[in-house]
């Protein structure tokens, strides 16, 4: 191996397998789905990061691109505990797996004015899921104690766009 690379047991078979769902042009609902039951049979184990990686940083969560090219991306996310995103939606699809911590969502709807919330959910090790926006404003927060780590899939190139982030929403929740 040269000195720098990475090896990521596991992402091989998920670039592949999902390149070949997104190329089925199902609908984003469908795709996400599809993606899930996929990740859910090859969910990685955490020696898809390094230790380095795997350690966050206490400036906030941090994305790991770990593949990316048009059609979609795999981004791996480390939390440490209590660390979380702001309220935002999402550009596209996405599934995501746990493979450490709890990604503890809060759903959100938009009234114009301000968000109330509709839904949460908590997401523990080995759980995989999916959805498609519209529909799709959250914010995310590892409430475990434990250094979160998760697998995340979006419908879009985001080492074209930057993130997979659509909107970022700073409305009042009442
Ligand atoms: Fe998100």
């Known amino acids: 191996m040269a ?7 596991g992402l091989d078979v998920l670039i592949s397998g999902v390149s070949r ?15 899930a039951a996929l990740l859910r ?13 795997r350690a966050g940083s206490p400036d906030g ?3 790991h691109v770990l593949h990316a090219e048009p059609g979609f991306s795999i981004v791996g996310v480390v939390w440490r505990p ?10 596209s699809w996405c599934t995501f797996g ?26 523990r090790p080995g759980e995989v899921s999916g959805f498609a926006p519209p529909g799709d404003i959250h914010k995310v ?6 250094v979160g780590v998760s ?20 409305l009042p929740v009442r």
Do not use: K, W
């Open 61 to 63: 969560y941090v994305s």
């Open 98 to 123: 746990i493979l450490s911590g709890i990604e503890y969502e809060t759903l959100y709807r938009d009234l114009g004015d301000h968000l109330v919330e509709i839904g949460r959910a908590e997401n």
């Open 3 to 9: 000195a720098g690379t990475v090896t990521r047991p």
């Open 82 to 91: 209590g660390q979380d995103t702001v309220i935002h939606d999402h550009v």
């Open 21 to 35: 769902i997104v190329a089925r042009d199902l609908d984003r609902r469908e795709t996400a789905l599809t993606v």
């Open 151 to 170: 697998v995340h899939v979006y419908g879009a190139d985001v080492s074209r766009l930057g993130s997979s982030v659509r909107r970022v929403y700073d």
């Open 141 to 146: 927060r590892n409430t475990s104690p434990e």
């Open 41 to 53: 049979e090859n969910l990685p184990g955490l020696d898809l990061f390094t230790p380095e990686e």
